[in-house]
Nanobody
Framework: VQLVESGGGSVQAGGSLTLSCAAS????????MGWFRQARGKEREFVAG????????IYADSVKGRFTISRDCAKDTACLQMNSLKPEDTAVYYC????????????????WGQGTLVTVSS
C-alpha cells in the first residue's frame, strides 16, 4: 500500500494551497481517506476525513469552513483544499487511509504517507 503526498510549500497568511495524495488503486477504491498534521513539538492531530463512497466527510473544528477534502480531484487521488491559511496551520501534513469510516484518532487509521510540509508565514 502506498500513499504519496504532494503540494506542500510556503504561503503567506490568508493564502491557499492544495495537497494531493496519490494512492494505490486497491486502497483508493476500498478505503476511507484522511489527513492529519503534526506541528513541531506537538502530537499528530486530525484534520479531515472522507468515507470511501464520498458520502461522509468530517473536519477538525480548527479547519471547518476553510479546508475541503475530496477524493476525486484526479485518478486515484484525494485532495485537501486549504483556504484562508493561518500561521497555526503550519505543520507536516500526512495522508492516511482506513478500512472503516473516517475517525478523529490516529489509531483508527491503517496506512500513512511520508508527509508534506506546509509553512504559513504571517
Amino acid at each position: 500500500v502506498q500513499l504519496v503526498e504532494s503540494g506542500g510549500g510556503s504561503v503567506q497568511a490568508g493564502g491557499s494551497l492544495t495537497l494531493s495524495c496519490a494512492a494505490s488503486v486497491r486502497v483508493f477504491s476500498s478505503y476511507s481517506m484522511g489527513w492529519f498534521r503534526q506541528a513541531r513539538g506537538k502530537e499528530r492531530e486530525f484534520v479531515a476525513g472522507i468515507r470511501r463512497d464520498g458520502g461522509m466527510t468530517i473536519y477538525a473544528d480548527s479547519v471547518k469552513g476553510r479546508f475541503t477534502i475530496s477524493r476525486d480531484c484526479a485518478k486515484d487521488t484525494a485532495c485537501l483544499q486549504m483556504n484562508s491559511l493561518k500561521p497555526e496551520d503550519t505543520a507536516v501534513y500526512y495522508c492516511t487511509a482506513t478500512e472503516i469510516d473516517p475517525g478523529y484518532y490516529v489509531y483508527e487509521w491503517d496506512y500513512w504517507g511520508q508527509g508534506t510540509l506546509v509553512t504559513v508565514s504571517s
